[in-house]
């Protein structure tokens, strides 16, 4: 499961403990889901395909039928680095089949087999090749602590930034290090392991406001995204 937003959850606006809470770009309210009656934490959307929002939702996966959220992203992204793994062990194997074989196999059978063969490594090739790019995009998104539709909105925040004069900075990037730990867990022998280490529960994630020292406390940091 990618993770609920628990029905009774409010947003703490008063706290010191949350200085970042995410708003609406048009009127500036806390973001509030319609559909599900509840008020969306940071960095939740509701997917309309599962119907309810998801906790740091990245995006709905039409190849494992479920959404990719808070909860099983490590496990996510260690599947598709299996997958890339075992395609290129695949692809090694098929190659070695058809150049090792072709000097000595001249039967009709074998040459039939090793046409399957060609036909395999045929369609393997692309799915590799989307697999791989899959992995590269997922790392890039890790190293800055985004999720795909952050990346989305951030593309859109900056821009308006820029236009404005500012510049922007993704609030929930700690560094390569601390990124990384935020998704994988603090024991690196278990980052490739296919076990779920999430820190925190979902509904507060750290921020660079938590780590710089230079900056100003305030109570309450806007960060304007869509309502999803």
């Known amino acids: 499961d990618p993770g609920r937003v628990p029905p ?6 008063e706290g010191a403990e949350t200085p970042v809470h995410e708003v609406k770009r048009k009127g500036g309210d806390l973001r509030y889901c319609q559909k599900c009656g509840h008020y969306k934490p940071p960095r939740a ?11 740091k939702m990245d995006h709905h ?4 039928n479920n959404c990719v959220g808070h909860e099983n992203y490590k496990i996510f992204l260690v599947f598709v680095l299996y997958a890339v793994i075992a395609s290129f062990y695949s692809m ?3 190659v070695g089949s058809v150049i090792h074989s072709a000097p000595k196999d001249e039967q009709l059978s074998s040459d039939s087999s090793r046409t399957l063969i060609i036909i ?5 090739c692309p799915l590799t090749l989307a697999l791989s790019v899959l992995l590269g995009w997922h790392i890039h998104l890790i190293l800055q602590n985004k999720t795909t539709i952050e990346y989305h909105e951030g ?6 930034a820029e236009k404005g004069g500012d510049l922007y900075h993704h609030p929930y990037d700690l560094g390569v290090y601390e990124n990384l730990i935020s998704v994988l867990g603090r024991s690196i022998f278990c980052w490739l392991c296919p076990v779920s280490v999430n820190t925190g529960n979902g509904l507060r994630f750290r921020a660079s406001y938590d780590i710089l020292p230079s900056t100003p406390p305030c109570d309450l940091q806007k960060i304007a995204l869509h309502s999803h």
């Open 92 to 94: 090694i194997l098929i």
């Open 155 to 160: 593309v859109r925040a900056m821009w308006l």
């Open 120 to 124: 395999c490594g045929i369609i393997l």
């Open 61 to 64: 996966c039409i190849w494992i």
């Open 45 to 55: 959307h509701h997917c309309r395909v599962c119907k309810r929002c998801v906790l």
């Open 8 to 13: 009774a959850f409010l947003p703490d606006v």
